[in-house]
């Protein structure tokens, strides 16, 4: 089993829908916990780290349940620009990724 | 700005030859990391390092080993390079706050490394 599951997608989703993506961790010792997005052929860049009471910033909503080892990214009114992969990431002493969740938004 | 350099965007090396890579961060952060990511598997972690001369291996190792000597530098080697390690390689550097938390990771533009 992966320590870190992610749904590989793709979700094709109009302009403007809600998507939510989802994350399964196997190591009950993580501590940290982020959501990075990657663009084709690029490196990966933080959208937002994930906190135990939940956090937002603008259209993005990221929750952590720790008692279930489960992490949810949630984007609202998606735009164009939201195409990429979405990366998981739980960390200890490493940081361990997903494979992604590619997400393309279309017209 | 954090900023992470590796030193090769493209590189073409032949089966059996001995390849370095290298990365190198500006921001003091004491934990560095080698992936790199394959379609469908995403990043996997090869080898990451905490401190000056010291190394842990990550999830996938063989074939590869590290150097840092010095703390902004964590190198990647391939000892004899064969071509299953065809692949795009990135290094991300951790650093670490005041609370004792660490930093998100940040990478370099990352290496894509053919191998023939």
């Known amino acids: 089993r992966k320590e870190v599951e992610q749904d590989p997608g793709p979700f094709n989703v109009p302009e403007g829908a809600t998507v939510a993506f989802n994350c399964t961790y196997s190591?009950?010792?993580?501590?940290?916990f982020f959501w990075y997005r990657q663009d084709c052929r690029k490196e990966p860049k933080l959208l937002m780290s994930?906190?135990?009471s939940g956090n937002e910033d603008g259209r993005f909503t990221a929750q952590l349940n720790r008692a279930s080892q489960y992490i949810s990214l949630l984007i609202r009114d998606s735009k164009l620009s939201d195409s990429a992969t979405y990366l998981c990431?739980?960390?200890?002493?490493?940081?361990?990724f997903g494979a992604g969740t590619r997400l393309a938004v279309h017209p | 700005d954090v900023k992470v350099t590796q030193s090769s965007r493209y590189l073409v090396k032949r089966t059996g030859e001995k390849v370095f890579l290298e990365c190198v961060q500006d921001?003091?952060?004491?934990?560095m990391f080698w992936y790199r990511q394959d379609p469908g598997l995403g990043l996997r972690l090869i080898y990451f390092?905490?401190?000056?001369?010291?190394?842990e291996k990550g999830d996938i190792p063989e074939g590869y080993s590290v150097s840092r000597e010095k703390k902004e530098r964590f190198s990647l080697i391939l000892e004899s390079a064969s071509t299953n390690q065809t692949s795009m390689y990135l290094c991300?550097?951790?650093?670490?706050?005041?609370?004792?938390?660490?930093?998100?990771?940040?990478f370099g533009q990352g290496t894509r490394l053919t191998v023939v």
């Open positions: 994930v906190y135990s």
């Open positions: 390092s905490y401190d000056v001369k010291m190394k």
């Open positions: 991300a550097s951790r650093g670490r706050l005041n609370t004792g938390a660490d930093t998100e990771a940040f």
């Open positions: 190591n009950s010792a993580s501590q940290s």
């Open positions: 990431v739980v960390g200890y002493n490493k940081l361990i």
């Open positions: 921001m003091d952060h004491e934990n």
